[in-house]
C-alpha cells in the first residue's frame, strides 16, 4: 500500500481521540478493535526507520504489563464471589487492613476483571506507541510552537535514545554472528556492552558538535524552516478521529 506524507500532528490527534474514545467506553472489546486498527495502520504506513519500531516494542512491553497486572489483580485486592477456578495460599494482613486479602479463591469473575482492566490500560499504551512509530520525532520537532521548543528538543532526544539503542546492539550482534562468535547466553550481552558504550558516547559527541555548530542555546531565535503543509488526507484522517469521538 501506498504511503502518504502526512502532518506529523496528524496520527498524534488520531491515537489521542481513539485513547480517549477507548478510555470513555470502557470496554475491553473496543480496547482491541482499536489496538487491531492502529496495528493495520503502523505496518502499512510506517517507514523504515529507527522510530518505527516502536510499535513492536510497545506492544512487548504492554504484554508484560498486562501479565503483572493480572497476576497482581487475582492475587491482591478485594475477595470477589463467584465461580472458583483455583486457589492461592492465603497470606493474612494486620487486623488494619480489613477487606484486603493476598491469595485466596480466584474466581472467574476476578479473572475477567483484571483481564479486563489491564487489557484497556495496555491498549492506550500500544495506541500512543503506534503515533510514536508513524510520526517522524524530528518532523514533529519543527512544527512545536516556540514555547515548548526546548522541551520538545529534550523529548525527541530522550524518545531516540531506546530505537537508536536496539539499531545499535542489532548491529553489534550481527558483527559478532560474522565473527563467528556465540551470540547466545549471558556472556554474549556481556561482549555487546563495551561496543554499546563506544557508540553511544560518539553520538552524544557528534550530536554536541552539531548542536555546539548551530548556536543552540546561544540565542531564543529559530530558524526558518519552511511550513510542513496541510493536507486533504490530513484533514480526512482527523475528521474521522472527530467522528469516532463522537459516536463514543
Known sequence: MKKFSLHPLTWWIWSLAIAISVARVNSPILALAAVGVMGVIVFTQREDAPWSKSF???????????????????????PIPGTTIFTLPILHLPHWMPGIRIGGAVTSERLTMALAEGVIICSLLVIFGAAASLTSPHRL?????LYVYEFGVTLVIATSVLPQVVTSVGRIRQ????RGQKTQGFNSYIRVAIPLL???LARSLNLAAAMDSRGYGISRLRSRYRPIP??????????CAVVVLALT
Open 230 to 239: 496541510w493536507h486533504i488526507g490530513d484533514s480526512s484522517i482527523v475528521i
Open 56 to 78: 513492536m516494542w510497545s506492544l512487548k512491553l504492554a504484554v508484560s504489563i498486562l501479565l503483572i497486572r493480572t497476576f497482581i489483580g487475582v492475587s491482591i485486592g478485594v
Open 198 to 200: 563506544e557508540e553511544s
Open 175 to 178: 558483527a559478532q554472528r560474522l
Open 141 to 145: 520537532l519543527r512544527v512545536l510552537p
